[in-house]
């Protein structure tokens, strides 16, 4: 079935075809036969996908679609929305990483045949997979000898019970009934049903695709498959219907080719990252780092529970072990579905997703999990105060309306087992705030709270605060004298947006933690880490912020540390004269013969790349604002199966974003760094530029205004357009040393800027802590 769904906006064709958004524009003026819109609107148009790489080959803008844009351009373009297109690519990617078999016998028909028989395929894998084939009646497509005979009942949700016939689909086929909008009817979802549902809305055309549909023989699960907690809300994968399918068969078809090249998980992976790079503010994510270093808190676990999952990541950084068993619940069912799948394409251990409100309606009452990992919702008002006034897992006090983070910290703890440990990510000011000093008064009492670590600035979002990792663990017996860690890493923050040294926050937090679980205390280590006396932080505000009850770093040497600093802005401001530019000589004004950075690619003489993939390996990240201040690479980027751009010394860095006119040739020290988000990077053919020449006609005012184009709040460069004159490599190389010598008085700058700077704080500091005498 040809994909005449899919539709592209203009800037997703100038990117198919490799140009700028004007020359999308320039063919809709001067072709007539360009395609017409079939959406959008009057200043923001969509066209057909199908119509406009047909044009694109017909005038030989196009050779082929690269696999990996067009099956994006499918998702992206989906009737349904992404998010939809997601889950049902998801469900198929399942399939044939679990029976890729059953998806070549499948898939060798029609798209009708093959939207018919999948949802019983999906079926067969789903079930089990996620840990609900226990008691419930599993249709094998098999049984039927492989003819599009589907009973997938889409009445029924995972756990067997019985949705309500008008409720609707959600995104990613997620059904919602309205039973389990509180949590005493969540509850009756449980109930066993043998009801079968027609599909709402299945006539006329959509009736086509199920038309030959019987009941299959029933092949009954053994009664041990499943021995854990049944979900107690709605699973939050289900198996979509031949109806809702067919419409992503294209999509599904394009997956399972690129699945080929590549792998069924990082074929998922690119598309939900590519989702997630697409809609940046619908969605606040755990960076990878920060996961990372949260699952390794609460060490080993079988089982697992994040109550708030978002996007899986905190589940993902788990270490895997044999018979392990993830948990995973959260609002948004598309968030869930999501989540469910990711984690089911990463390890083999068996997943359990449930979507619905964890607070209001807990999926998993009867856990008793080795670990729970949470990045809850912050400052949330409406997180069911009053109806939960009354609950059981308030064991530690009734949270404030204003408290919520303190609610999920006691469902974190009623969901584990004895002796197990809870990670959260916290807000700052549920450390300190004197509506929950009650209850921080009794998590410290009675020993649930292990431990505060407050992270550097920019670590999560939100960047501009300097959140708090809480470890807990739900105590056994009561401690006889109590100490808590408390943990201050501010120092690792990175400058800008560049994000913490993550490598120095993992050993220093993890370090201090491994010492204070063998001993049960920690000795002082100023400015970082120390136990407190539980007994100490039982006063009128309980302010559990480790910045207070911290010693600051030992300034017994401060006098002498400003002295050395001193000294080497004098070195610096010495060398900076010495490299001072001798006075400028007149020169006649000559024009030379131009060419642009996107003619120099076209014809070899440099290869152009674009940052933002992380890749598999773990290297220093080369950011926009390193690029900006001149300083070493700082940045992280979340781990991709799409490889890193590395640099090489002599390559030349370019940001696209804020309007600066910079461009920075990659030395030594810098080479092997991943280049980054928002940059691009130039290699010349040294046989044809100089990179230091290249670098510096980047960087002339007016090449950068010719080159840049204008939103409401944002200026972009298009390096395509830079300029450069036609000069022999000779006469490059002359203009290149002049150009690299006004670099290196540029550093010196710099640095002595950052010194007077740390020299001016140190003093400060000094006279008013008392370590730096006035005369």
């Known amino acids: 079935m040809q994909d005449n769904a899919t539709e592209v906006t203009a800037a997703e064709i100038a990117r198919l075809a490799g140009v700028g958004r004007a020359a999308v524009s320039n063919w809709r003026r001067r072709h007539a036969d360009f395609p017409k819109p079939v959406g959008g609107t009057e200043t923001s148009p969509s066209f057909a996908l199908a119509e406009v790489e047909a044009w694109l080959r017909k005038q030989g803008k196009l050779a082929e679609v690269p696999l990996r844009e067009r099956v994006w351009q499918q998702l992206a373009g989906h009737p349904e929305g992404p998010v939809t297109a997601l889950v049902h690519a998801g469900c198929a990617l399942l399939l044939i990483h679990e029976r890729p078999t059953d998806w070549l ?66 995104p990613g086929a997620v059904n919602t009934p309205a039973a389990a909008d509180t949590p005493r009817a969540a509850n009756a979802v449980n109930t066993p049903a043998r009801v079968h549902t027609p599909p709402r809305g299945s006539t006329s055309a959509a009736s086509a695709a199920s038309a030959a549909v019987h009941t299959p023989p029933a092949v009954t699960a053994p009664a041990d498959v499943n021995t854990a907690p049944a979900v107690n809300g709605t699973p939050a994968v289900h198996t979509p219907t031949a109806p809702q399918l067919l419409p992503s068969v294209p999509l599904l078809r394009g997956a399972a080719e690129l699945a080929a090249d590549t792998g069924a998980r990082q074929t998922f992976e690119f598309l939900l990252g590519r989702h997630l790079d697409a809609n940046p503010r619908q969605y606040t994510l755990t960076p990878a780092e920060l996961a990372r270093l949260m699952a390794d808190l609460a060490g080993p676990a079988r089982t697992v529970l994040d109550p708030a999952c978002g996007t899986g990541a905190l589940l993902r950084a788990v270490e895997t072990r044999p018979g392990q068993e993830l948990y995973a619940q959260d609002s948004a069912p598309d968030l869930a579905a999501l989540t469910a799948l990711r984690l089911a394409l990463h390890a083999r251990a068996t997943v359990r997703g449930a979507a619905g409100d964890t ?145 120095a926050v993992r050993d220093a937090v993890l370090d201090a933690w491994r010492a204070f679980e063998r001993a049960g205390r920690l000795d002082e280590r100023p400015g970082l880490a120390r136990s407190v006396p539980v007994i100490e932080l039982l006063d009128d505000d309980v302010d559990l912020a480790p910045a207070r009850h911290l010693p600051p770093p030992a300034a017994a040497d401060g006098a002498e540390q400003l002295t050395a600093v001193r000294e080497r802005l ?95 040739v990659i030395d030594e020290a810098t080479g092997g760094a991943a280049l980054g988000r928002n940059l691009v990077l130039l290699r010349p053919d040294p046989t044809a530029l100089d990179p230091w020449f290249l670098a510096g006609f980047l960087r002339g005012t007016a090449n950068n205004r010719q080159a840049s184009s204008y939103a409401s709040t944002a200026t972009r460069l298009d390096v395509r357009r830079l300029q450069l004159p036609r000069l022999p490599l000779d006469e490059q190389r002359r203009y290149g040393a002049r150009f690299r010598a006004l670099d290196e008085f540029e550093r010196a700058l710099r640095h002595a800027g950052r010194l007077g700077d740390q020299l001016v704080r140190g003093m400060y500091d000094g006279l008013t802590d008392g370590t730096v005498a006035p005369e």
Request: net charge neutral; hydrophobic share 40%; glycine share 12%.
């Open 105 to 170: 016998e499948i898939s060798a028909g029609s798209d009708e045949r093959l939207a018919a028989m999948l949802p019983a395929a999906l079926e067969a894998v789903i079930a089990p997979r996620f840990g609900l084939a226990r008691g419930r009646r599993v249709h094998s497509w098999q049984a039927v000898g492989g003819a599009a005979a589907v009973n997938t009942p889409t009445g029924v949700n995972r756990s067997g019970a019985a949705h309500h016939p008008g409720a609707a689909h959600g």
């Open 359 to 503: 607070l209001r309606g807990d999926a998993y009452p009867e856990l008793h999990a080795d670990a729970v990992l949470c990045h809850p919702p912050f400052n949330e008002r409406n997180w069911g105060h009053d109806e939960l006034a009354y609950d059981p897992r308030w064991e530690y006090g009734f949270p404030a309306r204003t408290e919520s983070e303190l609610a999920w910290v006691q469902h974190a703890l009623a969901r584990l087992r004895d002796g197990g440990t809870a990670v959260l990510l916290m807000p700052p000011a549920a450390a300190s705030r004197r509506s929950g000093r009650r209850i921080r008064a009794d998590l410290l009492r009675r020993g649930a709270l292990r431990a505060v670590v407050a992270l550097p600035v920019g670590a999560a979002p939100p960047y501009n605060i300097p959140l708090h990792v809480w470890v807990l663990r739900r105590p056994e017996k009561a401690p006889a004298q109590p100490e808590v860690l408390l943990a201050d890493t501010g120092q690792f923050a990175g400058e800008g947006r560049g994000g913490p040294d993550w490598q």
């Open 570 to 664: 004098g070195e610096t401001l010495r060398l900076t004269n010495a490299l001072t530019p001798p006075p400028a000589d007149s020169a006649r004004s000559v024009r030379w013969p131009l060419t642009t950075i996107g003619e120099l690619a076209r014809g070899g003489a440099l290869v152009m790349r674009t940052g933002g993939n992380g890749g598999h390996a773990r290297v220093p990240v080369l950011t926009d604002h390193d690029v900006l201040a001149g300083t070493v690479p700082s940045g992280t980027l979340p781990e991709s199966d799409e490889e890193a751009v590395l640099t090489e010394p002599g390559d030349v860095v370019v940001p696209v974003l804020g309007g600066g006119s910079v461009a920075r």
